[in-house]
């Protein structure tokens, strides 16, 4: 009898397993959409140097490559930067509000970098302080008849239903695509105000001796979008210029000589990772490729920056990191892996609500999952629909000149919703607290066609399931 038993209690134990087998499977093969647009194969080119978009302004020593981001933590003080080629010359800023004729002055500095045998410009920074929300100002830069006027619009005031729309795009690089996702994001009649950049600027590193000419080109061909409203960067694997065969061994050079953030503001101790306040939404950039395992510094500063949000004064919790944790393409498939272990965890308890990354030169959404019960002895280690988590978002696919990623896992796993090989740009409209709209645009439509979309609820406000089974 007692054998009978053992008998029965091993065959239920095997059924039992084999069922696990197959609901396992199921969820890694229910998959979500893949797009059936398939985009014509094209080699994806640079520009030439002597395309229009790097056309350099008239005049000696003319500002170029003008830039702005913001430059506080609450979205009253902006940074200008800008690149004077023959001498140093002025790094003072002139200012004033549309409705007012009192014109301000701000005093900046100015830098240089040697890189291999590139010497740069005179790369100027100038942080601009104490200005109103919600307000259009005019600057100048330069002297004389090299004067350059540009213009920005402050956000309104940090409050909870405060609506405002993000651009989001990431990989741009400085090919003909690359011009077309920049045209689209321009033409979008949703109107962008601040751009969300998940990382890869100017892919200099892809030419010999990571040719920083290329740095300059890229900052010239985005000035008609930057100079006039704030990106907010992300460090990606294309910024980190770390070259020991030619004798450079300091990462991130020439991006931190060329782009200012305002990473003190928020306690951080590098420029590669910081917080900032935008309207309704709070924005964490991480770097992916710092140290962030336990006891560095930058897990120290997001161990203490997340219980920081104040969710009733800023609803939208949104980070931005450029390698991305939940990726079903072949390519860069994992490389995010070990920082999702790392903080994963984190953005479901405090309830992240997107998080954006670059990498893959695709676009991808993902179901809000987690995978966070893993303990080496468990097995569980499949991600799981989880509606305190993130939606995760892909947008590496801005144009550049290594082109597209197009292979992707099969089958399509169940925490992929939508995945598509196009280059393109997205659009994240909030509207208060509780709601905002996402967009995602494919190049080869007209600039206003959404090839995907969705309704995001805030997961503090609103934390309900989105997804069309639930609507």
Known sequence: ????????????VIVLGLLALVLNSAMLCNG???????????????????????RLPSG??????????????????????????????????????????????????????????????????????????????????????????????????????????????????????????LIHYEQNPQKGQTVLYVGDLSYADNYPNHDNVRWDTWARFVERS??????????????????????????????????????????????????IKRASAYIIVLSSYSAYGKYTPQYHWLEHELPKVNRSETPWLIVLTH??????????????????????????????????????????????????????VNGICTPVKDQSAPVYITIGDGGNIEGLATKMTEPQPAYSAYREASFGHAIFDIKNRTHAYYSWHRNHDGSAVEADSMWFFNRFWHPVDESPTYQ
């Open 1 to 12: 009898m007692g054998s009978f038993s053992s008998s029965v209690a091993a065959f239920a």
């Open 32 to 54: 979500g959409k893949t797009s059936i647009y398939v985009r014509k194969v094209e080699k994806t080119v640079d520009m030439p140097l002597h395309s229009d978009v790097f």
């Open 60 to 181: 000696y020593n003319a500002p170029q490559q003008v830039h702005i981001t913001q430059g506080d933590h609450v979205g009253k003080a902006v940074i200008v930067s800008w690149v004077t080629e023959d001498e140093p010359g002025s790094s003072t800023v002139l200012y004033w509000s549309a409705n007012s004729k009192q014109k301000k002055k701000a005093e900046g500095k100015v830098n240089t970098y040697k890189f291999y045998n590139y010497t740069s410009g005179y790369i100027h920074h100038c942080t601009i302080k104490n200005l109103e929300y919600n307000t259009k100002y005019y600057y100048v830069v330069g002297v004389g008849h090299t004067r350059r006027k540009f213009w920005f619009t402050t956000p309104p005031e940090v409050g909870p239903d405060v609506p405002y729309t993000f651009g989001v795009i990431g990989d741009l690089g400085q090919s003909f695509d690359s011009n077309s996702t």
């Open 226 to 275: 930057v100079a006039y409203q704030p990106w907010i960067w992300t460090a990606g694997n294309h910024e980190i210029d770390f070259v020991p065969e030619i004798g450079e061994t300091k990462p991130f050079k020439p991006y931190t000589h060329r782009y200012h953030v305002p990473y003190q503001a928020s306690k951080s101790t590098s420029p590669l990772w910081y917080s």
């Open 323 to 376: 390698t991305p944790w939940y990726n079903s393409y072949n390519y860069h498939y994992m490389e995010g892996e070990t920082m999702r272990v790392m903080y994963e965890p984190w953005f479901v308890k405090y309830k992240v609500d997107v998080v954006f990354a670059g990498h893959v030169h695709a676009y991808e959404r993902s179901e809000r999952v987690s995978n966070i019960e893993y303990n080496v």
